[in-house]
């Protein structure tokens, strides 16, 4: 025979193992974290870039 309150524990238990719960991942070596940007990378138009896209077009001498 089953006793009422060792059911109740395991419904609880049950219901635990039901969640979507992700541990933090461990970092055991901090240069294998990613590189976290600070998003201020700036965008150039085309015009104004400081770097031609085509290396062998100088716009300079056009």
């Known amino acids: 025979m ?8 395991l ?3 049950r ?3 039901d969640t ?3 541990p933090a991942p461990v970092v055991h070596d901090p240069d ?3 590189i ?6 700036e965008v150039f138009p ?3 870039r400081p770097v ?3 290396p062998d077009l100088d716009p300079e001498t056009d």
């Open 2 to 9: 089953s006793n009422a309150t060792n059911d109740g524990d």
């Open 11 to 13: 419904d609880d238990f």
């Open 15 to 17: 219901e635990a193992q």
């Open 20 to 22: 979507d719960y992700e």
């Open 32 to 34: 294998d974290l990613p």
């Open 36 to 41: 976290d940007d600070d998003g201020d990378d």
């Open 46 to 48: 085309d015009d104004e």
């Open 52 to 54: 031609p896209l085509d």
